[in-house]
């Protein structure tokens, strides 16, 4: 089977990549009139692009109706009088608006979109979709059918709070990282165009050529390959986060779950095995202690999910966070005002695989808990998948849902009741009734893990935290949790914990981490 066939209004929003049309600056400046960018506060805006703070970069783009570009709030070169500056949202609606990328401070390089961006949470999990690929493969129609409702009100939601469609969206997200596949790689331009998610090389050259004005071939010989990898094998790819970013923190706590065999977590670096549809290989992702951002080398046996592995390395290290907004929110508590400013820039820790994740949680892994490592390497012993790797250290694929179904779980050496569990869990995701795509709240997420599974409502809020990504997520029933919240001895109920966190909403994730760093 082909790819989706598109529908009539999928072809009629993506006319603008087949017909070039020229407006002039100042129409274009009129023309733009959308919610998404009346919501910007041009003062705060205006004094992040006077000061070239870094912390904002990507959280907004300013356009410039003499020039017909848009930049980053720290492009060095001068910006245009505020009267000709148009602001927006995102990228996307910039060149919907008819601009193009600014060659000096390349918009594609600035760090995401924070998924939550806009007040719809519809909006923020179909982003969220869009960005690992939903519609590379299939339309609006079909992405709106998974949100559960209609695909004319997911297009209008998305121009209200974003200022672009959905398909403007998911190809402003191709081409950009198409530019620095261009930038940072040796691979063919016509791989590239694959790996991007663009159906055939035509629509990649004009997209690319409608985005920036150049051809794919004259912005690589533009790059100069100064940012090729010197690797002799894989892919490198740099992804930029907002600074401020508690490295050590993170690859602390990922470094004392790490899975022997699959994952190996030193102080700097974070690798382990990976399988993305048929392709499977390792992910090794280090720190650079210049830039704000991570250096990611992959090495496998295909690149066709190559957008899709970048959200989930995104999700692992929560790149998507703003924390300047995170700490804003929760330095109102006393409680942790105190542990924002000497651990600034904390983030959930993500996993790379939600079933992995749910499974860790199932086994009893949780905020100050490495779990029950014993059977977590009995399980990967007995059900990992061999895969070969460069890496020592390195050896199985975490096992899959389908062959968990069928496994006989006794030999793992768990209760009845842990065993019975994990066997509820793995059939409903082999079954598809469980997916980890974010297309439902977190209530709807946390109530089918314990109807479905039997899984406890603090384990269900622990899974939406970190297999989900749910920033609102908060498992109140963990132990260190509550003991965080206590005074002297006593540990107060989950309803104690509930009651606390209120205030903290929707950033209740973050403050559990803040509780107990």
Not at 420 to 437: M, N
Not at 494 to 502: K, R, V
Request: proline content about 5%.
């Amino acid at each position: 089977m082909g790819p989706p066939r598109a529908t009539k209004s999928d072809a009629a929003e993506n006319s603008d990549t087949r017909v070039k049309t020229r407006r002039s600056g100042e129409d274009i400046g009129r023309r733009f009139t959308s919610e998404a960018s009346q919501s910007l506060d041009p003062a705060i805006c205006w004094q992040a692009i006077y000061s070239r703070d870094q912390r904002f970069d990507g959280r907004f783009f300013a356009a410039a109706t003499s020039t017909g570009l848009y930049c980053r709030n720290i492009c060095p070169v001068p910006f245009a009088k505020p009267k000709k500056i148009v602001l927006f949202a995102c990228a996307a609606a910039a060149e919907a608006a008819g601009f193009r990328p600014c060659r000096r401070c390349q918009p594609q390089a600035a760090p995401g979109t924070p998924a939550w961006l806009g007040s719809s949470a519809v909006v923020s999990r179909a982003f969220r979709l869009i960005l690992e690929g939903a519609l590379n493969d299939g339309n609006v129609d079909q992405l709106a059918e998974r949100l559960g409702i209609g695909s004319r009100h997911l297009r209008r939601l998305f121009v209200q709070h974003l200022g672009a469609s959905p398909v403007k969206i998911a190809i402003t997200q191709r081409v950009h990282l198409a530019r620095r596949l261009l930038d940072e790689s040796r691979l063919p331009i016509t791989k590239i165009a694959q790996y991007a998610g663009f159906k055939s090389i035509r629509e990649f050259n004009h997209a690319i050529l409608l985005s920036t004005g150049m051809s794919p071939t004259a912005l690589r010989r533009l790059s100069g390959g100064s940012a090729v990898t010197s690797r002799p094998s894989g892919l490198e790819l740099r992804l930029p986060y907002r600074p401020p970013f508690d490295w050590d923190h993170l690859i602390g706590f990922l470094r004392q779950r790490a899975i022997k065999g699959v994952e190996v977590v030193s102080s700097n670096s974070y690798a382990r095995t990976i399988e993305v549809g048929r392709a499977s290989g390792v992910l090794h992702v280090t720190h650079d202690d210049v830039a704000s951002r991570l250096l990611i080398h992959l090495e496998l046996s295909s690149y066709e999910g190559l957008s899709q592995i970048v959200e989930r390395v995104r999700r692992i290290f929560d790149l998507n966070a703003d924390p300047i907004q995170i700490a804003s929110h929760l330095s109102c508590d006393w409680r942790l005002k105190s542990v924002s400013e000497h651990h600034p820039g904390l983030r959930v820790p993500g996993i790379w695989d939600g079933f992995e994740g749910a499974v860790l949680a199932v086994l009893g892994q949780s905020l100050i808990s490495r779990g029950r490592t014993g059977v977590i390497n009995r399980l990967i012993k007995y059900f990992g998948i061999p895969l070969e790797t460069s890496l020592r250290g390195l050896a199985y694929l975490f096992p899959r849902p389908e062959h968990l179904a069928e496994a006989d779980l006794s030999k793992l050496g768990m209760s009845s009741d842990r065993t019975a569990t994990l066997k509820r869990l793995t059939f409903a995701v082999a079954r598809g009734l469980i997916t980890f795509d974010n297309t439902k709240r977190l209530q709807e997420t946390t109530e089918l893990l314990r109807t479905a599974c039997g899984i406890k409502e603090s384990v269900a809020q622990w899974i939406a935290m970190r297999s989900y990504g749910e920033p609102d997520a908060f498992p109140a029933g963990d132990r260190g949790l509550r003991c965080a919240l206590g005074t002297g001895t006593a540990v107060p109920p989950a309803t104690i914990a509930l009651d606390a966190a209120e205030q903290w909403r929707p950033w209740r994730a973050y403050a559990a981490i803040h509780l107990t760093v």
